[in-house]
């Protein structure tokens, strides 16, 4: 079965990178893209980017462009979302979810991470 | 590019039918048959419920039911029943091939 399994939370402080993995398994990765979604404490769910796990090609939102950094390992089947000079405003639980270009987008979702920036 | 446009909350009785609407512009609701819709109970990862406007996954109820005219898409859930308490948020497909979410609806069954 499709799976979306990420890492665990993380406590950072301000001014720090974090990265969060998202590790699929169930079907073919390099046939799909990864999304990755942010969800601020008590806010909406708000769209950051996605990468094609095949050619590794990326878009973000205008929002999110040079705060945020989308890879992929393909042997490893696992997507990555870097977030950089972390703020106490970047906390939030963080989604990755499975897309297809032309097809099908966010059908299954990893668990969440939470990212706690704090001093 | 600012969310698409959802009521803050929507409640129904047992039984009844609700519908949530999803506005958004020429750019994205209006000029794309992709919009999808997802439920999200409390501390959990939101769920597909509709996606291409009008299409169910396996496995979803057929009470959940998309439509759109024109900017706006709307979420029909009838027969409401307790478990269908929860968020639900719509999602469009957008120019620049990128992806906008609304503003997000908490459902109470009264």
């Known amino acids: 079965q499709v799976q979306l399994v990420q890492s665990g939370a993380e406590v950072r402080k301000p001014g720090a990178s974090v990265k969060v993995s998202c590790k699929a398994s169930?079907?073919?990765?390099?046939?799909?893209?990864i999304h990755w979604v942010r969800q601020a404490p008590g806010h909406r769910l708000e769209w950051m980017g996605w990468i094609s796990a095949d050619s590794g090609n990326t878009k973000y939102s205008q929002k999110f462009r040079g705060k945020v950094t989308i890879t992929r390992d393909t042997s490893a089947t696992t997507a990555y979302m870097e977030l950089s000079s972390l703020r106490s405003e970047d906390t939030a639980v963080f989604y990755c979810?499975?897309?297809?270009?032309?097809?099908?987008?966010?059908?299954?979702w990893g668990q969440g991470t939470l990212v706690i920036v704090s001093s | 590019q600012s969310a698409l446009t959802q009521p803050a909350s929507v409640s129904g009785s047992p039984g009844q039918s609700i519908t949530i609407s999803c506005t958004g512009t020429s750019s994205d609701v209006g000029s794309y048959d992709r919009v999808s819709w997802y439920q999200q109970h409390p501390g959990k990862a939101p769920k597909l419920m509709i996606f291409d406007v009008i299409k169910r996954p396996s496995g979803i109820s057929n009470r959940f039911s998309g439509s759109k005219s024109g900017n706006t898409a709307s979420l029909t859930i009838s027969g409401l029943q307790a478990e269908d308490e929860a968020d639900y948020y719509c999602c469009s497909f957008g120019s620049n091939s990128t992806w906008l979410f609304g503003g997000g609806t908490k459902l109470t069954v009264v």
């Open positions: 979810a499975r897309g297809r270009i032309g097809g099908i987008n966010f059908d299954y």
């Open positions: 169930g079907y073919t990765f390099t046939s799909y893209a």
